[in-house]
């Protein structure tokens, strides 16, 4: 059966596409295809677009793209998996299974200098790491804090020499300060990459390994991976770079990674579990089904579905929510490997209170309404592109095409 399939119905979404063109005409995204899920039926499917800037290939529909952080729900679920086996609980110290943090110190409320520090009052724990609220930081996100400037000084900043594997990473960050106590507070963060070295730890098995033999081979993820093989780079995106990163609606775009001698060209060492994966529409389509129907898709069940419920349940300290230095993301709480809005704002539609969602930074964007039964997928290659405006208009049209507003 073809994933794609379209379930007819009387929703028009003629005006999305028109819109999503324009994205396109005016030089902001390279292309855009996206899939609206009612359950889990596609109720509407499309793109739009080139293969990238400079191409006049048209956006295919088993076009491959670079998911960057619509990799840690994956990671979070693999890790969830070995949490349903009794290989750790979501309350024991990491250090446990990675005892590199075992001791670690915290960032006074006043530090002057990445060496202004005292100890941790409380081991770091699963929940804290699958909820970015351990006080990791992530080197690039806030370039002149202190925590930054001492992750950019150690060799951690995720643009600069990567570390040779994710034991060296999590060696690199355990000798790091904290930016704050374990729990207290939320900051994204390499949280998923320690994640993703727990799941090797725990298993036995390497990072990629697990993920094909666990969640990829079971579901048909035949295009999901951390690199594209060379008899399939004629299907991968180019990467499109913003002509202002600060002006997301200034027009014009220009190549920032190619298909066949970029980041992902050729195998990796470091199989990061917050940014790593490639993947195709029909197989993010797999996984996201998965979630939609409790934790099983087509006969496999990845987890519970009371595990996967934590995984939309706020996990935060009270008062605590999401923030981010370039993103306004207000009414906003953190469960597993999901932003939860908890709080609809002024522009957002009033049935998406209880949405949950996550995107990666090229703009790959995924939201489920568990009020409306509506999931949104929408996916460019565009850096930066998450929270860009076209997501957002995606999201906002397809809650009122779909009459669900």
């Known amino acids: ?23 396109v005409d005016q030089q902001l995204i390279p292309h855009c295809a996206w899939v609206v899920l009612r359950g889990t039926d596609v109720i509407e499917h499309g793109s739009v677009g080139t293969m990238g800037p400079g191409s006049q ?16 729900p994956v990671t979070t679920v693999a890790a969830l998996m070995l949490l349903e086996q009794g290989r750790f609980a979501l309350d024991d110290p990491i250090a446990d299974l990675l005892p590199e943090f ?20 409380s081991p770091i724990t699963v929940r804290q790491i699958l909820s970015h609220s351990a006080g990791l930081s992530y080197g690039f996100m806030e370039p002149d804090s202190i925590i930054d400037r001492s992750y950019m000084a150690a060799g951690l900043a995720p643009f600069g020499a990567a570390p040779r594997d994710l034991a060296q990473l999590c060696a690199g960050l355990a000798r790091q300060p904290l930016a704050y106590q374990p729990g207290t507070d939320w900051r ?13 730890v725990a298993s036995g098995q390497r990072f990629d390994e697990f993920l094909q033999a666990r969640i990829f081979g079971p579901l048909g993820m035949v295009d999901t991976g951390f690199h594209v093989p060379e008899d399939r780079q004629h299907r991968f995106t180019t990467m499109a770079a913003a002509a202002d990163i600060m002006a997301p609606m200034k027009p014009g775009l220009h190549v920032a990674d ?26 993010h ?29 706020n996990q935060l300290a009270d008062g605590v929510g999401v923030r981010f230095p370039l993103w306004q993301m207000k009414g906003t709480v953190f469960g597993l490997g999901f932003a939860i809005l908890e709080q609809p704002g002024a522009d957002d539609p009033v049935a998406s209170l209880g949405e949950y969602h ?12 568990p009020r409306t039964g509506l999931t949104g997928l929408c996916l460019t290659q565009r850096m930066p592109g998450f929270w860009h405006p076209f997501s957002r208009e995606f999201r906002r049209m397809v809650y009122e095409l779909a009459g669900q507003a």
């Open 102 to 121: 075992a001791a670690m110190t915290v960032l006074r409320a006043d530090a002057r200098s990445a060496h202004d520090v005292e100890p941790a009052r």
């Open 258 to 283: 190619l298909p066949r001698s970029g980041a992902f060209s050729q195998p990796k060492t470091l199989l990061s579990g917050g940014a790593g994966l490639v993947s195709t529409v029909a197989d």
């Open 57 to 72: 290939e048209p956006l295919r529909d088993d076009a491959i793209f670079r998911m960057y952080s619509d990799t840690k």
């Open 358 to 369: 996550w995107g990666g930074m090229a703009g790959t964007h995924t939201w489920f309404s």
């Open 188 to 200: 994204y963060s390499y949280a998923s990459d320690v994640t993703a070295r727990l799941i090797e």
């Open 1 to 23: 059966m073809d994933p794609l399939a379209v379930t007819p119905t009387r929703a028009d979404f003629s005006a999305l596409r028109e819109r999503m063109q324009w994205y």
């Open 285 to 313: 389509l797999g996984f996201v089904r998965a979630i939609i129907n409790g934790g099983q898709w087509n006969g496999v069940r990845l987890l519970r579905p009371e595990t996967l419920a934590m995984m939309h349940t």
